[in-house]
């Protein structure tokens, strides 16, 4: 992998991940772009203990464009976007409408591929790996920023999502904070521990292992199952057998069959409502351990996939009890969703 970093004509870093060491980037970004000026300010809320992110700035940030005006499209034909080559293999930008920047963290854009018509299922092998690759890269990088406590990796598609660029793309945000949901992971794991002597997520791995019926994929080094607990109506967790904090950690096994896994994954949830559908909406979200906490050995890196379609043209809303009292309720029993989606292998 061939890494080349470059700066917008506004002053923030864009990054080409190529596969070919000899693959030249020296396109310079022409467009007259005004000084980026962000609002982003992190509130704590004392009754729930958890953080919001303030960023009013974020109001005029690009909403649904056509395809001939996609910031994330190379450059081309006389048109200057975001990323100012004629072509890209995997591309991460600093994002022009951040919810966190400065002091308060960093965010980025992940383009998959140049190809605005594609989606991350329909990636080579290779071309996934690169994309882990360059994960795996800015975890590393932004880990080293002294304001970063977590770095989170992760795709939002589909409309029904809230998505307002159709381009493959994903995003990575560094939070200068542990977030709620990791620190609950932690606070139940510590629990475990006290309680068992053992480790959270090799048990909870353990067990879908030797259950079976839950478990949608299994390879030699990454098992895919549907939790006991799910949450939505079509919901996989994918971990690594042996466990690692954070996507630096994996060794070279697992990240060299990682790419078969994942995309397996995504092409079985693109089948999951029947052929000739729109494509499931999805967020794939990978959960990695803060890097300044107690008990970061305790955690397991992993990664959850999930959709809000529940069935065919039906969405799940989180309305009262989700959204006023986080309280789920799924009503796809977790075994149904794990034998359809064995149903659908390719």
């Known amino acids: ?20 060491d000899d693959t030249v980037r020296d396109a310079v970004d022409r467009r ?22 303030i960023a009013s700035h974020r109001q005029g940030r690009t909403y649904h464009p056509p395809a001939d005006e996609c910031p994330l499209c190379p450059s081309a034909d006389g048109r200057q976007s975001e990323i100012p080559d004629s072509d890209y293999e995997v591309v991460v930008f600093e994002n022009r409408f951040p919810s966190l920047a400065g002091d308060s963290g960093r965010c980025e854009v992940v383009c998959f591929t140049s190809d605005h018509d594609a989606s991350f299922a329909d990636l080579t092998e290779e071309r996934a790996a690169l994309v882990l690759a360059a994960w795996t890269d800015r975890t590393a990088e932004l880990a080293a920023m002294p304001q970063v406590e977590q770095v989170f990796c992760f795709e939002n598609r589909g409309a029904e999502i809230g998505v307002t660029l159709a381009h493959p793309h994903g995003q990575i945000y560094a939070y200068p904070f542990t ?11 510590a ?34 199952f549907v939790p006991y607990a799910a949450h939505w109506p079509y919901e996989i967790h994918l971990h690594p057998i042996r466990r690692v904090p954070d996507l630096r950690a994996l060794d070279e096994a697992a990240r060299a069959e990682l790419p078969q896994i994942y995309l397996e994954l995504l092409r079985r949830f693109d089948r999951i409502f029947g052929e000739g559908r729109p494509p499931t909406p999805y967020v794939a979200a990978w959960h990695q351990a803060p890097f300044r906490t107690e008990g970061r050995d305790e955690f397991g ?27 789920f309720v799924n009503d796809v029993p977790p075994e149904a969703a794990a034998r359809r989606l064995r149903e659908v292998a390719s």
């Open 32 to 53: 007259p772009l005004d000084a980026i000026t962000t609002a982003s300010e992190i509130r704590h809320d004392p009754l729930l203990g958890d953080a919001v992110a």
């Open 179 to 189: 977030t709620p949901r990791t620190a609950l992971m932690q606070r139940s794991a």
């Open 1 to 20: 992998m061939k890494k080349t970093s470059t700066k917008l004509a506004d002053g923030r870093e864009l990054l080409y991940y190529d596969l070919r």
């Open 301 to 327: 890196l992993h990664l959850e996939l999930f959709t809000v379609r529940r069935t065919s043209g039906k969405l799940k809303y989180l309305a009262g009890s989700e959204s006023g009292m986080s309280v």
């Open 191 to 224: 629990a475990h521990r006290a309680r068992t002597g053992r480790n959270l997520f090799d048990d909870v791995v353990a067990r879908e292992r030797a259950d079976s019926v839950r478990v949608v994929l299994q390879g030699e080094h990454w098992i895919a």
